[in-house]
């Protein structure tokens, strides 16, 4: 799916015109051959387990405004994504964060036509207490078997996140088996 948010070239300014190129629908500019491959932009999101659950931020903003978010955002040029997603959970929670690990990817349009994104999902720990600053309206931490499935805006991260409990589940029944085989 091609969003429409590009109309004319970057290069001449003249207008795209669709075209199928390899397979995918692209905008090709009609005057000087330039092409919009429509690329994701990239952002980095935080899983933040504590407190016998997971820490969920509501967005205060559009796209999703009032729903449930991962806390996280967009990398900024000349930014890698660790260093992106320390600065963005500052800013979005006013607290120091250590990365403890990588969970993956996730890709997902930034609302109904919006543009696409590719994010990279970390496992982190905060220090410090969150409280909601920037474009967060409210955090709060969930028990694992409390999470608002309905409530989460952006669908790749109701996924990540169900794909995270069940391998947290999975880990958790390992760990209980070997106690038992050791005792």
């Known amino acids: 799916m091609t969003t429409a948010r590009a109309r004319h070239c970057l290069v001449c300014g003249d207008f795209l015109k669709p075209m199928m190129q390899e397979g995918r629908p692209r905008r090709r500019c009609r005057r000087c051959g330039w092409i919009f491959y429509d690329n994701p ?3 980095a999101v935080a899983i933040i387990e504590g407190r016998g659950g997971l820490l969920l931020a509501r967005r205060a903003a559009p ?5 449930w978010d991962l806390p996280g955002g ?3 040029s000349g930014e890698l994504p660790e260093r992106a997603l320390v600065r963005e959970l500052k800013e979005e929670l006013g607290a120091r964060a250590v990365i403890t690990g990588l969970h993956g990817f996730s890709i997902d349009h930034y609302g109904a036509g919006g543009i696409p994104v590719l994010a990279v999902v ?4 905060l220090t410090g207490t969150p409280s909601p600053q920037s474009d967060v309206a409210e955090v709060r931490w969930f028990g694992w078997d409390a999470l608002p499935w309905r409530q989460i805006g952006f669908p790749s991260i109701r996924d990540t996140l169900r794909e995270y409990v069940r391998q947290r589940a999975r880990r958790s029944r390992r760990r209980s088996a070997r106690r038992r085989g050791a005792v």
């Open 74 to 76: 967009f990398v900024e």
């Open 122 to 125: 970390y496992v982190a720990r």
């Open 41 to 43: 932009a990239p952002a």
């Open 63 to 67: 796209p999703h405004e009032g729903t």
